[in-house]
């Protein structure tokens, strides 16, 4: 089975811009969905953005659109969230996940089998 491991997390300033890799081992992301969640202490789960193989359109929750971006290179098995114009309330820890049983691009947290161990994100200012 795949498995994901995050990268690029960190700490940074308001307006300031961060990328988050998620590389798999295991299989290929070739026909497989992927997604990023964020999540905070004491909250469930929020979806931030989604690839579909299976329509080859991208979504974004309301709350990120026109912010941040996912890209992936589905033949080196990478993905990234690009995060522009970072703000203080994007601070979280983020998780990318995988499957190859979703399509559409589900915001649905419990539909992804394969997850990333999850990147601290922190934005100050």
């Known amino acids: 089975q795949i498995q994901l491991v995050e990268s690029g997390g960190g700490s940074v300033q308001t307006g300031d811009s961060l990328t988050l890799t998620c590389t798999g081992t295991?299989?290929?992301?070739?026909?497989?969905?992927m997604a990023w969640f964020r999540q905070t202490p004491g909250k469930e789960r929020e979806f931030v953005a989604s690839?579909?193989?299976?329509?080859?359109?991208?979504y974004y929750g309301d709350s990120v659109k026109g912010r941040f971006s996912i890209t992936r290179n589905s033949a080196k098995n990478v993905g990234w969230l690009q995060m522009n114009n970072l703000e203080p309330n994007h601070t979280a820890i983020y998780y990318c996940?995988?499957?190859?049983?979703?399509?559409?691009?589900?915001?649905?947290?419990?539909?992804?089998?394969?997850w990333g161990q999850g990147a601290q994100v922190t934005v100050s200012g």
């Open positions: 690839s579909s193989w299976s329509n080859g359109n991208t």
């Open positions: 295991g299989r290929t992301f070739s026909r497989y969905d």
């Open positions: 996940a995988a499957d190859w049983a979703v399509e559409g691009g589900s915001p649905l947290w419990y539909e992804y089998s394969y």
